[in-house]
């Protein structure tokens, strides 16, 4: 089982889009109780006014940088109702779609 701590969190507002961001460390006992696999991921949505310019990527550490390693178009994300208008947008709107984006990340991982 894998646990995770939450680096930051971020939900705002600019540009016409709803931004949300979640950089969370991931830990689990390796296969020697001395060992533990520890991964860093970084989910990143973006629900813009118009759905061509709106995205949902999924970002692993590498040690020496950040690497793209999953992207759902916004049309499969619950988020896609979020209107950037609407100034009572809150991080909950966007967790279901982060946790589903990080299982897929953390079956790569």
Not at 74 to 90: F, G, R
């Amino acid at each position: 089982m894998r646990t995770e701590t939450i680096i930051s969190e971020r939900c705002y507002n600019q540009d016409q889009s709803w931004y949300y961001e979640r950089t969370s460390k991931f830990e689990s006992p390796a296969q020697s109780e001395w060992l533990w696999h520890r991964v860093k991921l970084k989910v990143y949505i973006r629900r813009n006014a118009y759905d061509e310019q709106s995205c949902a990527l999924v970002h692993l550490w590498s040690g020496q940088g950040w690497n793209l390693i999953v992207t759902a178009p916004i049309s499969e994300c619950l988020c896609k109702d979020v209107d950037w208008i609407d100034k009572n947008v809150k991080p909950s709107f966007f967790t279901a779609d982060c946790n589903r984006l990080i299982v897929e990340a953390l079956k790569i991982c």
